[in-house]
T-cell receptor, first 116, second 114 residues
Framework: QQPVQSPQAVILREGEDAVINCSSS?????VHWYRQKHGEAPVFLMI?????EQKGHEKISASFNEKKQQSSLYLTASQLSYSGTYFC?????????????????FGTGTKLQVIP | DGGITQSPKYLFRKEGQNVTLSCEQN?????MYWYRQDPGQGLRLIYY???????QKGDIAEGYSVSREKKESFPLTVTSAQKNPTAFYLC?????????????FGNGTRLTVT
């Protein structure tokens, strides 16, 4: 089942902060975050594997609340280069199929625009 | 530099024709995937392969077929049975299971069927 992302779109001025949320109806094994610029391939930002884990990538960080089955992506002091669509992907916490495969299902994305 | 190459970038076909999208990787990754992207719908998994000569259906496999004869290559055929083939198609790979390793994406093929 597809995770739900919010907000669907956000406009920021350079230097402002933003939070993008991703929630699932299922218990989660991992949460992935990607950013995609228009017409380009999605680029990996980070994976969060443990409950309560927090990771950072420059001024972008994320948290994973295993109990609430949700993750949040934090963008601080936004830059023009942060513009794009952010996708979360979730892998469920359940028995894997043969070979250990866990499928990642992506949300519909959050479109972020940073303006000068 | 290692990466994933998708070709062509733009593809135009007439309705009723089969078309094959190419995906090649030199990352030595075991797993490869095909996603379809439509506006406002995120990425939806079509097929995936964890190892050579083996592949599995994803969420929207109807009207598509794949092969995995070589580790480096995972071509996708969009058949005439696919009712709405016009979309942006992304190929990806990962070193191991998708749950705990990042996906590396190609630059995509935009298919237009008229």
């Amino acid at each position: 089942q597809q995770p739900v992302q919010s907000p669907q779109a956000v406009i920021l001025r350079e230097g402002e902060d933003a939070v993008i949320n991703c929630s699932s109806s299922k218990a989660l094994y991992s949460v992935h975050w990607y950013r995609q610029k228009h017409g380009e391939a999605p680029v990996f930002l980070m994976i969060l594997l443990k409950g309560g884990e927090q990771k950072g990538h420059e001024k972008i960080s994320a948290s994973f609340n295993e109990k609430k089955q949700q993750s949040s992506l934090y963008l601080t002091a936004s830059q023009l280069s942060y513009s794009g669509t952010y996708f979360c992907g979730t892998a469920p916490l359940r028995a894997t199929n043969s070979g250990g495969y866990q499928k990642v299902t992506f949300g519909t994305g959050t479109k972020l625009q940073v303006i000068p | 530099d290692g990466g994933i190459t998708q070709s062509p970038k733009y593809l135009f076909r007439k309705e009723g024709q089969n078309v094959t999208l190419s995906c090649e990787q030199n990352l030595n990754h075991d797993a490869m995937y095909w996603y379809r992207q439509d506006p406002g719908q995120g990425l939806r998994l079509i097929y995936y392969s964890q190892i050579v000569n083996d592949f599995q259906k994803g969420d929207i496999a109807e009207g598509y077929s794949v092969s995995r004869e070589k580790k480096e290559s995972f071509p996708l055929t969009v058949t005439s049975a696919q009712k709405n083939p016009t979309a942006f198609y992304l190929c990806a790979s990962s070193p191991q299971g998708q749950g705990n390793s990042p996906l590396h994406f190609g630059n995509g093929t935009r298919l237009t069927v008229t």
